[in-house]
């Protein structure tokens, strides 16, 4: 729950501008006006939820966690797609602020969006793993390296916000572009050195909607919370799309395997 | 209305539910799988847990150590049965999530690396940095995907459960993008719902732990278990209860008091040396440390902040390099929202609720006395925490215990048939119109989110980490005269398509009840022990009386009726719960005896 900003010590106050829209009654998304007292360590999720406790119940908004890892509560602050739970009011001070739901995606009420889309962006691209070499429980676990881990450990780091499509001016445009989150969790099981399924999954690469859709703006990459890096994601995807481009006139295997640099096996 | 029709329903898809949805698709390819969730699945709070899970894999540990930890953490209100089994099936259950996928921290040679933490003897902590709840919820989520006979709906609120002929047949939703309603008939229905921790005012637990699936099986007559038993955690950050890991001091870091002391040596758990040091100070059991902070903080030794006391986690000697190859989120919390660098600066923290060791009564095949309903994770009461959870072995219960629930469930489903739907579509209709009488009541003068934090504050006044009677006596009468003015809500949003408010509403009954039965265990065990401890004459655990479970039942119109069951004691009868130098004292005499004989 937010802190009482009455009980606080500085209290200072910002008007929150915050975009509205109830399918059912609404023509039209509009901006309403809220005026909240803030304390210099409050987030602009503790000022959305200061609106929706004491001024109107009415707001609908996602969130959970509250530090940055739940992933419900990304939201163009000022303009920008950020989490509204590490983003703080003092940063915005006096406002007005304007809050809105994530850019590209279509509205369902208030701050929410649909995110339908995404969810089977990410179902499309085998997020699992498909083991090189089958091993039974009782063998215990894959040998992996820390370094053979770090190659592809940044890109398990996504918390799905979203952030970046919001930032991509390719999704924009085409709302069937894969996209960075959903490049980088290819990425990542790609990137595993116990995955043996990188052949299946470079062919969702070379679709018209794979890797050759990012026209290399790197915003996804400059607004993500945990710096992923989806924008480097894409980009080795798009070198190895290009190497199996070059290796299918040669007559050699298809994708990318493990072997570079692999002195570092257990 | 629209109806569904599935083998098996689940409701929540944090860990516990994603893993009995494996479980029961790998135990039958045929059943189908209804996963039900609030939210998208990684938003669970599964996601937040940070430290670690625990299995045992080290040559010098054993079962029986993580057996006698758990036990003796739990203050001997464990099930030993369930511990036993619990414990044999914890390491099996880490290396399958391995094989998932899970980016488990891993040693030079490319084993899977473990570290210490609070309570445990010996290192056994499985961890993926500090995000290793992030981690397995997102194996798990992603695996999910590779079976087509789960079925998800996420984002659907779950209202009620159907009960028909002495059985639970399916469950109620509210999708929660157009407000329908949707019954959803199965022959077996697992509740993975989670804790109840936001029914307190300073915790550490997001949003959506509002003890959903607690008070449904709760209001169709499942006891609530051992309900009094609420963790604090002791390093929390001041006024949003922000979680920083255990897994902060199993690296080494140390507590100390605004005079640079390292307090807990004072409170049975020293000396300070050598260091770190397996279950001694700042690796003892959260129960203890979290009692210390209290009476610190009675001391004067304090430091004083805008939002409360507060002691030091100082993290500065494990350098930056180590602070952010194992515990990068917690560096990234401290310097976002506290604006400090733990590699200079001592992070200020302060115990916040975590955890509900009670929960929903289950039998070590997960199954609830209700026949057809099964619970798994934080929401269900196994047996294996007794009165003081160890951190790391929540993970691991996700795991075994959620594949208990998918594999027993999936077995019951075969063996029975769901009542005409017709019938069952009644019961969903009168629901349907309960529930709705939130959004079109006229006249009403309450709002929800003035009644919830009333609540919240009462609890924490009433079951802190000391209790006095009168104070819960209070809290008791607080909560029965919230639930009076729960009949007169006034919602501001009478829509339905992502009305929050509604579902905030729903959520706030849930939690009403949930407070309720925790008061009321709490203010009937007239003793102390491990998460309840008494101030009030009742300050020493009592075993003659009070080594039983406390059975919370729901009465419609009074506060639960509280029973008592035994604890089951297979091996370990209770002792004296020692840690620090009185533990290795005790060990070591016991070691002696054995020769001698």
């Known amino acids: 729950m937010p802190p009482d900003p009455a009980a606080g010590a500085a209290t200072r106050e910002i008007v929150i501008e915050v975009l509205r829209y109830r399918s059912e009654t609404d023509l039209k998304p509009l901006l309403q006006a809220f005026r909240v007292p803030f304390t210099d360590d409050m987030s602009v999720l503790q000022g959305l939820q200061y609106i929706k406790d004491h001024l109107d119940g009415s707001l609908s908004f996602r969130w959970s966690c509250r530090m940055a890892i739940c992933g419900s509560c990304g939201m163009m602050i000022g303009a920008q797609p950020k989490l509204a739970c590490m983003t703080f009011l003092r940063d915005y001070y006096p406002g007005p602020l304007t809050v809105e739901p994530l850019a590209h995606f279509p509205i369902e009420r208030d ?28 063998e215990g676990e894959y040998l992996q390296t820390p370094l053979q881990l770090a190659r592809y450990e940044t890109f398990s780091d996504c918390i799905n916000c979203m952030l970046c499509y919001a930032a991509c001016p390719q999704f924009g445009e085409n709302p069937d ?15 595993d ?21 990012c026209t290399a703006v790197g915003n996804c990459s400059e607004v993500c919370p945990k710096q992923v890096d989806p924008a480097n994601a894409v980009n080795q995807n798009k070198t190895k799309s290009a190497l199996d481009f070059f290796l299918r006139f040669l ?7 493990h072997t570079a640099s692999d002195g570092d096996k257990p | 209305m629209k109806v569904v029709q599935a083998d098996i329903a689940i409701v929540g898809a944090g860990g516990a539910g994603l893993r009995a949805a494996i479980a029961a698709a790998e135990a039958d390819a045929a059943l189908t799988i209804a996963l039900i969730s609030k939210v998208l699945p990684m938003r669970s709070h599964t996601v937040a847990a940070e430290g670690g899970s625990a299995g045992v894999v080290q040559g010098h540990d054993s079962l029986a150590d993580h057996f006698s930890d758990t036990v003796m953490g739990g203050d001997w209100l464990c099930d030993q049965n369930v511990v036993d089994y619990f414990v044999a099936h914890c390491t099996e259950e880490m ?25 445990m003897k010996i290192e056994r902590t499985w961890y993926a940095a500090d995000k290793t709840g992030f981690h397995i919820l997102h194996t798990l989520f992603q695996t999910s995907i590779k079976y087509p006979s789960i079925q998800r709906f996420d984002e659907y609120f779950c209202v009620d459960l159907i009960v028909e002929d002495g059985r639970c047949q399916g469950v109620i939703v509210i999708e929660i993008a ?9 022959k077996a229905v697992i509740i993975a719902t989670g804790g109840a921790g936001r029914v307190f005012l300073q915790n550490t637990n997001g949003g959506i732990v509002t003890g959903d699936g607690m008070a449904m099986a709760y209001h169709h007559g499942v006891p609530l278990r051992d309900m009094e038993f609420v963790q604090y955690h002791p390093t929390c950050m001041p006024g949003t209860g922000l979680l920083f890991t255990e897994g902060c001091r199993g690296e080494g870091g140390i507590l100390t008091n605004k005079n640079g002391y390292r307090y807990l040596q004072d409170y049975g758990l020293g000396p300070p040396d050598p260091w770190p040091r397996n279950k001694a100070m700042e690796l003892g059991p ?10 610190e903080e009675r001391k004067g030794h304090t430091i004083s902040t805008p939002h409360g006391e507060t002691v030091n986690l100082d993290l500065r000697h494990l350098g930056a390099s180590k602070l952010n190859e194992r515990l990068p989120q917690i560096c990234e919390l401290a310097k976002h929202f506290l604006g400090i660098d733990p590699a200079h600066q001592p992070i200020p923290v302060r115990p916040g609720v975590h955890y509900t060791m009670g929960g929903i009564l289950v039998n070590l095949e997960t199954a609830a006395p209700l026949p057809g309903l099964f619970a798994a994770g934080e929401c269900a009461s196994a047996g294996i925490h007794g009165a003081n959870r160890l951190g790391s072995n929540s993970l691991s219960e996700l795991g075994v215990f959620g594949k208990m629930a998918g594999t027993t469930a999936a077995s019951y489903a075969t063996g029975v048939v769901t009542a005409p739907i017709a019938t069952l579509e009644r019961q969903a ?7 709705l009488s939130l959004i079109v009541a006229e006249g009403g003068r309450e709002r929800p989110a003035v009644l919830r934090d009333e609540m919240a504050r009462s609890m924490e006044g009433g079951c802190g980490i000391y209790r006095l009677g009168a104070e819960m006596l209070a809290a008791c009468d607080t909560i029965a005269n919230l639930k009076e003015r729960y009949r007169n809500l006034r919602l501001d949003d009478r829509s339905r398509v992502w009305n929050t408010e509604w579902l905030g509403a729903i959520e706030l009954g849930y939690q009403l009840d949930v407070a309720e039965a925790i008061v009321h265990s709490a203010i009937n065990r007239r003793e102390s022990r491990g998460a309840h401890q008494r101030l009030d004459g009742f300050e020493t655990r009592d075993d003659a009386s009070f080594l039983q479970h406390t059975l919370a039942r729901y009465r419609p119109d009074g506060p639960p009726q509280i029973d008592y069951s035994p604890v089951i004691i297979t091996r370990s009868p209770p002792g004296k719960r020692a840690y620090g130098a009185e533990a290795e004292r005790i060990e070591k005499a016991a070691k002696e005896a054995s020769h001698a004989a």
């Open chain 1, 251 to 257: 007559g050699r295997p298809l994708y990318w395997e």
């Open chain 2, 178 to 186: 157009t407000g329908e309603f949707v019954l959803i008939a199965a």
């Open chain 1, 177 to 191: 572009f894969i996209g960075p989150g959903a490049m980088a969790l290819l990425q990542r099981y790609n990137g």
């Open chain 1, 193 to 213: 050195s116990r995955d043996g399924a990188q052949a299946m999954r470079m062919d969702l690469v070379h679709t018209d909607n794979g890797a050759w859709s």
């Open chain 2, 429 to 435: 209709q009168d629901v349907e119109r309960c529930a």
């Open chain 2, 286 to 295: 959260r129960d203890r440390i979290s009692q210390a902070f209290w009476h």
């Open chain 2, 95 to 119: 290396v399958q999530l391995e094989h998932w996928g899970c980016p488990w921290s891993r040693k030079p040679d490319g084993h899977i690396d473990v570290r210490a933490f609070g309570g």
């Open chain 1, 111 to 138: 701050l929410v969006v649909t995110v339908g889309g995404f969810v089977k962006k990410i179902e499309s691209i085998y997020p699992y793993l498909i083991p090189k070499t089958q091993r039974s429980l009782d």
